[in-house]
């Protein structure tokens, strides 16, 4: 478990197809994403070899499929990220409302 803290883009990337729930190219996914092609095929790689992802051929095409593996991650990943900005916001407010 070398990296467990996931970056914005990586996060981005399982979020979009959780949302989309149905296969994406990798073009697709990296215009998406605002990713290059080569960093989301790496990154798809990757993902494919936790078994978050599995792409599927049809004809010269190939599409991404969130697993159901991957659905509940980004889910919590998307629950992770409600909670440190809320933080995030609830710390501010508190920090304005003691000035």
């Known amino acids: ?9 990586q996060a981005n990337l399982l979020f979009v197809l959780m949302k989309r ?3 994406m190219s990798v073009s ?3 215009r998406e994403t605002r990713t290059t092609y080569v960093h989301t095929s790496n990154l798809l790689k ?8 599995k792409a599927e051929k049809h004809g010269k ?3 991404i499929v969130i697993t159901e593996k991957g659905f509940k991650i980004a889910q919590l990943l ?8 809320k933080q995030q916001d609830t710390d501010q407010s508190n ?3 003691q000035q």
């Open 78 to 85: 998307d629950e992770v990220k409600n909670l440190v900005y």
């Open 1 to 9: 478990m070398d990296n467990l803290l996931i970056k914005e883009k």
């Open 21 to 23: 729930n149905k296969g």
């Open 95 to 97: 920090e304005i409302q």
């Open 46 to 53: 990757e993902y494919e070899a936790l078994g978050l992802i």
């Open 28 to 30: 697709d996914i990296s």
């Open 61 to 63: 095409t190939k599409f």
